[in-house]
Structures are given as structure tokens and as C-alpha cells.
């Protein structure tokens, strides 16, 4: 999503205000820092970061600071850094042509809906495309700022999104990565009249588009994964065979005290739904260890998820207390020490997993849609259920699909030859 943001402002600023981007942040007039708020982490490394930048920047350089820590600290980075020149919060970066005019501007009203804004446009790749569709997040998960940096959700109007996944694919693209906290909750809130359809539905009325070949988005919520949206996964061959599925914690007691809305058991009816009818697609997830008051009992409830779905990826994080939210209020901390061997343990887990799958792809053939040169003459894409395969090969091959046979295993990513 702050990807997104960040091809959102590129694209305004270049083209209404004539700016390019560079590499050289020494030479630039213009350094925009995005940001994320949901881990303590970025926040500290923010204000470190931007001592470097003010330090070595052009004098009359104006420094901005945008995204979500932008929206939850607004003036306080003024005061604490007071060579910025403007902050703009997550969800008003449309207001990033204005702002340049402003010194010491702060626009961080989380309530701006910019859900139907027409943005410029500005692409950092020629072969797929992020959509941005819906703003914001209407659920209380205990641990999460995000509500608070984003506002609540916003679906985007069916006629913009369509309209924007056509002008990509027209321009070459050939797949979309549709974006929003709950994608699979779109469609209930808009911010004026418009069409109401739900997810399902979007990606039946998207994969008309003649010559869109694949559809990817994130991230679903496994709350509102019902059996339409799942069969329509299922059944639909350009949704990419990928889903995401933030877990969270594996033990329904610290579902419930994280808010998630969901138990262990649904969790692992809808995997069981979903690999009966898609057995090919691979699963991703999020993990938080640590929760407060999560016990060994609730943490080996997390393990034995693991074990029995076998995600094929997990982004796992320690629990990180953030403002404004309900557990910052917890009190059973889990310590720090017991924090970083959870994690361990859990990451050594899903490696072992990992790496037993993996090596009962050697020999398989994938269809790869060719994005990224690599070093060494390699070049990388991904398949249909979202393996990172790379060839031998040339620039030729970007924007293509072959198929690939399996030569090598890697964890992160598989070595193949061109069969086809
Ligand atoms: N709306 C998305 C979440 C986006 S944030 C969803 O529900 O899937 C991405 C991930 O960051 C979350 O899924 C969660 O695993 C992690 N995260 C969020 N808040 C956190 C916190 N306070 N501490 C640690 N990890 C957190």
C-alpha cells in the first residue's frame, strides 16, 4: 500500500510540477520519506534517517515525511525534526502538490477521503500494476494502529478501479495486484452513491478484461473468506492461485483478545475448503508471537497451525505495543527473552516446512511471467501460485510467460530451464 502511495505522489509530482526522480538523494530539491507505523521499529529509524538526509542534502532541499507515522505524529515531527519542510499522512497524499507550496504544512486528517481522487499516473513496473481498492480499515484488531493512520474503509468505486485496470493493461501489463487492509470486504462502505458489489463479484467483473492475465491481490481477511469468494478463487483461472491469510495467532483465546474475529477452527476449515477445491495454490501468512498473555499452550496452538496448513510463506513479528490502541493497555506482557525464542522456534519451524516442499518441486514445470533482471545473466517472475523462479536469460524475456522446469532448489527462490 505504501507502495502505491509512493507511485501516487511520483506521479502527481511529475506530472503536474515537472519533478523527476533520481537516484542521487545528494542532488535532489525534493526528499520524500514514506512511511509505516504498524512496528515500533520504523519509527525510531525515521528520525535517525533523517538526521542523515538533512546532513548530506542540497541546503535549499525540502524534506517531506508522508505515510502512516506522518498521520499518527503529525506536528511532533516538527518539533523533533525542525528542518522538515511538511508532513502529509497516509490517505492525503493527494494533497502532495499543494503541501510543496506550504512550509511547515501538516495535513493528516484521517477522515480525507481521496477514495475517488484521479490520481496521475506513474508505474514502477511495465508488466504489473497495484490497485489501490478501497482506503482505510474498519476493524479493531487490539494490536493494530492502522485504523488510526488510515482511517476507516472506504471502498473505490467500481467504475474507477475497472477503468484503471483497463488503461494498465492497455499499456502493456499483464496482471494487477488489487490492494486494501480487507480486501474481501469491499463494497460495504463508498464514500458517495456508486454501484454496490462485493469482492467477489469485482473479480468476476475485473477478469473480463480481454487482455488481463492474471489477478493478485491483498490482503483478504480470513473472517470474510466465504465459500463464494473462495470458489470464485477457485474456479476463476485468472486469479493467480496465491492467497494470503493473515492468521495472527493460532490459539482462539488470543484471536479473541486480538479482536480478529475469527477461531482456530474456521481458520482451518477455510484452508481445508480452500485446498480441496484449489489444491494447487499456495498460502502465505502473518504471524504475531508474543501477543500479551499468550501462553506456551496458546503458542503451540500457532505451531500446530503451522503444521497442519504448511504455509508456503510466513511474515512473522515479535508484538510491538503501539499508540492509540487497545492492547498497549495489556499488561501481561510475555517477556522479551520468551519473544525472540517464540519467534525462533516458529521461523525454524516454517523453514523446515519450507524447505521439505520445495524439494518436491524439482522436476515441476510452472507457467513464470518474466518481471525482474537479476545479476549473473538471471532473469526472475513469478508463477501462477506466486513461486519466485529465475532462469538463465536476457531482457527478451521480461513481460513473457514460458514454462519452466524445476533444476534447483533455493528457499526464497527455485532455479529452472525453459521447457516452453
Ligand atoms: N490489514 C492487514 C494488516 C496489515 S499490517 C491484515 O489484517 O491482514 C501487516 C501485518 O503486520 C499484520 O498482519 C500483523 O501481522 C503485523 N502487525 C500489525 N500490528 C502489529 C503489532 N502491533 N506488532 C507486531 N506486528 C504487527
Partial sequence: MNSRDSEHMIAELTEKENYEVIDDFTKADLILINTCSVREKPVHKLFSELGGFNKKKKPSAKIGVCGCTASHLGEEILKRAPYVSFVLGARNVSKITQVLYKDKAVEVDINYDESAFAFKDFRSSPYKGFINISIGCDKSCT?????KTRGDEVSIPLDLIL?????????GAKEIFLLGQNVNNYGRRFSAEHEKVNFTELLRRLSKI???????????????MDDEFI????????????????????????????KRGYTKEWFLNRVEKLKSIAPEATISTDIIVAFPGESDEDFEDTLDVLRKVKFDQIFSFKYSPRPETEAEHFTNIVDEDVASQRLTQLQSLNNEIIDEKHSSYLGNVYNVYFEELNRDNYIAGRSDNNIVIRVKGSEELLGQFRDVKITEIGRTILTGEIVA
Fill in 143 to 147: 494490536f493494530c494502529i492502522v485504523p
Fill in 163 to 171: 477503468k484503471e485496470a483497463s488503461r494498465l493493461v492497455d499499456s
Fill in 210 to 224: 480481454e487482455k488481463l492475465q492474471r489477478i493478485r491481490f491483498t490482503s483478504p481477511h480470513p473472517f470474510h
Fill in 231 to 258: 470458489e470464485e478463487f477457485a474456479s476463476n483461472p485468472k486469479i493467480c492461485k496465491s492467497m494470503h491469510m493473515p492468521l495472527q495467532s493460532g490459539s482462539t483465546k488470543v484471536l479473541k483478545d486480538m
